[in-house]
């Protein structure tokens, strides 16, 4: 329960209770860049899929922020050396890692602020906090952009098996029901060890770790790649992307004040690192914020936007199709014909209810994957040269398309 | 996992999957009446202090559904007679208890329908979607309001140990991760029958309602009342308070057009049966919309709305006492007159950062509990006859009162 | 996963990993007096009811020393000193607090082992243990002797709310599946304090103490002393007295020869201390020695023996009443007439089959409990000053009465 | 909780309650052939690795039968009929399914009954039951066998996801606390369907099936294949073995009046047809017995007998190396003629002390897998042509070999 400064627990619905171990880490999470994370949900719209997921950022923050704690404890007690102001700049990395998030998560890097990376824009954040709080972040910065001598520091920040990827496999498995996704993030930390600054995973946790990147795959498949969740993702970017045209065309369409900015500005990273208020503006918007012009746009002239925005606020979701080869660009331009007859729109318009793009989980890249195994000899190898299950395979990276498209027009297939 | 009309399984992260075994059911989550739930939490601001709690109306509806199937089918294995018609009649009851709720839930009833119950509005909800489902409602609504013939059906929706009672002390309990609260609603399902078309426990279910009025009390001093709870939801209430206030008297405030009319008018439950399209209104408030108008408020120039909004959204908020006796009004006098001078406002401007107000956890009145128990040798009698634990207490009305005030003034106590 | 010496974390089901943090705590393990645990369950006969509660003595003395770890870092949080001499000598001494446990815990101690309490034979284990580990028992035993200077740490071993009791609870919960007796253990130990030497709960963590205390009662109404579990029990008492009797009249009964000295002899606390190999053949029994007994003595001429044996090898139980006054001598001694004519018996051995006694849960006197609580104000006041739930109860011992007594004689009531 | 006749819901630790939903079924539960199974562990000698997993066939047995009843409501919703009686008679099936399991379950199979499956003694047992009652069982022995019309019936009893499975696997999972063994059952069960008397597996249950298998396999190598297991079990098998050995060729050893007839004899299947006190004979064996003799055996001249006794029950394990080639015939020769120089004993005798086998998971044989899935266009295909994950491989037959040998001799490598 977290109720004032002196007070530094805070019930988590997954790990029990998380204590915050220094004033500074309190100070942090109660300013405004970060309580702000309490308004944008870890999973943006898979909640119209799995009803149950309305987690939000700040509580993956927190998750990660306490698996940090687990895993500093369990290394002491290999008799890794870890000073407390190591412990401190770790335990901060990890907490501010996603502070650059902006509403539902990852669909926002496709339109209001395009092209950039929310790591990026994270360590903007970070900078700007390092200011407020006199320098005490500079070894955090250091660690996240990977400048740190430790090496195996940043490993635990962003890694195969860092504390971000350990608590939101476990926290999306949980708040979905995808039980199936659940990992062992206990028996992981327990099995972590550093070797030459590198950070390993000891022989005996091999399957622990084919455990978690069969979760991990599965994860995606049936949340992360879901085709309902992919479909009402691409609804919500292309209402985002059609606002920002219409205000681009000086249309006039409502608009809260905050978002209004990022729909009148394509805005470049160059942008966020020189325009002084732009990273407060940014900070001001959020999943309600959008959810809001969402509702307003459904009363709008424009007919796509209008449409769209009715369709995801009565989760009325475009149709989507999955498969391994490329959809036909006949049936495609079919569809889109007939769309433009029924709604009487114009091609473009069209194209914003039937279309077709690639879809991979790249993330599940074994080859790339370098999980060190501590062996029993004490040699180091990667995980596919000793697991049965992840070795010998070319490639995971599995591509596949999608067509989405309305659902009056099912029977054309 | 939820999908589209033909596909009827929904995860739930408490209970696992829910069918929906009946397609009014799914026809009429997919209306937008309901899916408006998805848009309000079921603890309102409780997620300001236990960060997991942003679990919905909408996973409350269904849970309390799955609840009700649960109940049924046991009630059929000990030989009552349901029929399919009756069993749909209370899922759909349980499953709209709630939709007439407003943003927040709870706050709102005391600011934007001041004095009309949800309860009201729910019902109001239930006819109008009786009218589009051509009456499919009519036994849904009947047992709703009590007057169908089986007494006990009104029971299972409404009463000490309802099915929405069951999933929100079990729902609750799991996303603020006070585990403490936690109750066994399988068990409690299993130790229910009926006799005499009445509502009874049996004898070796007393434990079992014991933990779970135990498991009550807990939840509210820990969770419901829970002092920061209190400061936040009252901060709430003050602000949308003076949002009216101000709008009422023509000062001009930033609204979204959809909470707009809200604002201006004091609707009453007439209103709300007789203006055509108030229910529709109605239904597209949520808290996205009070949160984005909240955060505009920040900047007004009305010191009390611009001061309250502020503190929401950063999370700085009224510091609480709780005692069991009044506060001295001198005290506070004493209170209002600094904030007065330290910010410049008047008596009345003042009072909405420092207030007193009764508190009592009056859902807990034993005495006029009536769960009825069966005993082995088949009579019936009240709970508090047979329970050592809840048996002789003239009451348990417990009164206490708070006082909220800025903690800049902490000193003068 | 506990595999040998070096490696030195255990599976629990309960908590997850257990770390064995010192070799001389993996010696004591390892020793035959503690790996004599495993065969001894800590429920008895509860498994007749609870079919699940086939968790150890081994199980419950390792969650226990887990529960003293994890007490331990966490006061050490609050800047409590507890040396590293201190600390094992903590975890030793709550590890080996049950060592002294006959079979089937609690029953033995009415037979097999008449009037020695089983703490006093673990006091003698340790003294044993210590001659054998040089000494280094010294301070574990000062404390679980009540005789060490930090007076608290005696409380962390025995106490209202000690270790032991933290885990019992949680584990018979657990195993049992009475959720409702499930405790938050990590919340209790997270509210923990001392201050002059006191152990002490702070002032937010009553309710979680109040939790505690009600589901204590509620597992003894609901396990511990559930009818069916006293009624198995009390038949396991009548048959291993019943073995003594014949054995000590000299007519031959079978028995293993482990077994053979403890019906031949009543031993005394005496002779514990004094016969040198009385506590190494002690060790020696355990559950399955005793079953394997009674499933011989299923066959044995004796009536009383062979009946009872095969009622409780095959699960076919004495009928029990329960009731708050004592049962009329009357009808006892008409149950009994009938018995002797029916089995051809004895008064004195019908009397095996028909008996009365009186229960009481008398490990929940509130009144006598001293629950410190750390006010706010840093005042220390017992429990029930500051609970609503637990204050002014004259008494809550609760007598009861039962009445055992052949199901086939159930129409005499 | 599982008192009496008329109460028949049993508390299940990994389900919560189990109902038992027919008279038969209490009575079949209730004969002592039943009763027997709760003194036999699910996992024999694993606890002494994993100290929680106590569990016992009884509950395995109890457990499988929910999962039938769980499967038959489901398929029932499908639309799939299956008459009050085929219901009846598929729980009874699965309940009776491991009556014929020995003391520690697999390892007797080797020793006591050596080459007789038990399955095969569990259709004797269901035999007998069925001449008890009546000839109620015909039906539950057809399914058994194999022999009735509808086929899948045979599947949910005996197959790749039979009920069995599903419950072993969810409850050594949950015992164990190798939490990445856990597998989602509820889902599993969800997505089963009947075609054309197939039992099939909807599209949409892929994943839940890979996941299915794939903690198959984590527990083959975690608990059931575990290295310290195979060394105690094989352990106890050379004990029991070298007891017979004994026995038949005269020697006076301890044994319990049940066991010896077992020790003097080579039963065979035939013996347990025709033999009629055969069946009833084996009835009385269990754990218990089996480690009561062990304790005794302890103190046996036999110098084999006595220091295997004596490591067993102290936890004292014979060394166990894995690795994928043969160990050379020089080694373990090498170890015998030390084993014989230092325990004074034959070469046959050291040979009980070090001994190499094969191990093989060939319960993962992924080719011979037909799990057939339903697509969402109605073909039903294999498992292997629809998953990424275990398609396109050879073989998943791992062979492996062990060696045994005393600790004392881990310097000769």
Known sequence: MYKDKKDKIINDTVYGFICLEDNLINELINHKYFQR??????????????????????QHALGSMFLMQRTIEHLRKKKITITEKESLALKIAILLHDIGHGPFSHALEKTIV??????????????????????????????????YSKKYFYNLVSSQIDMDRLDYLKRDSFYTGVS??????????????????KLVIEEKGIHSIEKFLFARRLMYWQVYLHKTVISAEHMLINILNRAKELVQQKYLIYSTPTLLPFLKNNYTYKDFKNKVNLLEEFALLDDY????????????????LSKLSNMIINRNLLKIKIQDKK????????????????YNVSYKEASYFVFTKKISHNTYK?????????????????????SDHFSNRKTNIKQKYFLCYPKEFNNIF
């Open 180 to 197: 199936e996704g659940n990992i062992g993030v206990e028996r992981i930390i327990n099995m972590m060890n550093v070797v030459d600054e």
């Open 366 to 386: 074994i080859d790339e994957e370098k999980i060190n195994i501590l062996l029993n000899n004490r040699k180091i190898v990667d995980l596919t040269k000793v």
């Open 114 to 147: 395009k092209n950039i990376s929310h790591e990026k824009i994270s360590l903007l954040y970070m900078q700007k906090l390092n200011q407020i709080f006199n320098n005490k972040l500079n070894l955090s910065i250091n660690i996240f952009s990977n400048k």
């Open 37 to 58: 994370l309490r308004r944008i949900t870890q999973l943006g719209l898979a909640n119209l899929i799995y009803p149950g997921s309305n987690h939000t950022r700040f």
């Open 289 to 304: 914020e959008i959810y809001t012009c969402i509702k307003q746009w459904c009363n709008e002239q424009d007919k796509v």
């Open 327 to 342: 959809f036909s660009s006949k049936i495609i331009e079919k569809i889109n014909f007939t769309i433009q007859k029924k």
